[in-house]
């Protein structure tokens, strides 16, 4: 049984990376399914698009019409690789969770247990910590509220 699990892990350890350097979107959609993800219609996935998660890519959930662009990092799982270090910084597996047609910048980190709003923006190099309401503009390091997206013509 521990075999299987680890070809298993080891198989989608091989997709995640044909997916990140697969050249259009269509493949990348494909595969990231395949590895167990939830992902929507129409989405967009830019190349090199990493998801950290330890063999638990169906916790991230992407819906329908979501765009997320190049270098975007999901940490869905956390170690520190360092036995001292585990008291204080445990590990931790949380899902990540892209709401319908929210869109990500280049270089965002998106941390585990975090749920993107419908209809969010991330500015580009940002690191979103916390959940994003629906309708809301993030930047920064920390991601903080830049604006709201009048939203009187809903989709």
Not at 19 to 39: D, E, M, Y
Request: net charge positive; aromatic share 8%; with cysteine.
């Amino acid at each position: 049984m521990r075999v299987l699990h680890t070809l298993r892990h080891l198989f989608r350890e091989v997709l995640h990376l044909i997916r990140r350097h697969t050249i259009g979107n269509g493949p990348r959609v494909r595969l990231l399914r395949w590895c167990g993800a939830s992902v929507g219609k129409r989405v967009f996935i830019g190349q090199e698009f990493y998801v950290f998660d330890a063999g638990h890519t169906e916790l991230l959930t992407i819906d329908d019409d979501a765009g997320i662009a190049p270098f975007v990092i999901a940490l869905i799982h956390t170690h520190p690789g360092n036995p001292v270090l585990d008291s204080v910084y445990p590990k931790q597996t949380l899902p990540v969770h892209i709401g319908k047609g929210a869109w990500i910048g280049a270089r965002v980190t998106i941390l585990g247990g975090v749920t993107i709003g419908d209809y969010a923006v991330v500015a580009a190099g940002s690191v979103v910590t916390r959940d994003v309401p629906p309708y809301t503009v993030v930047g920064g390091v920390p991601a903080v509220k830049i604006r709201t997206i009048s939203h009187t013509q809903d989709k």
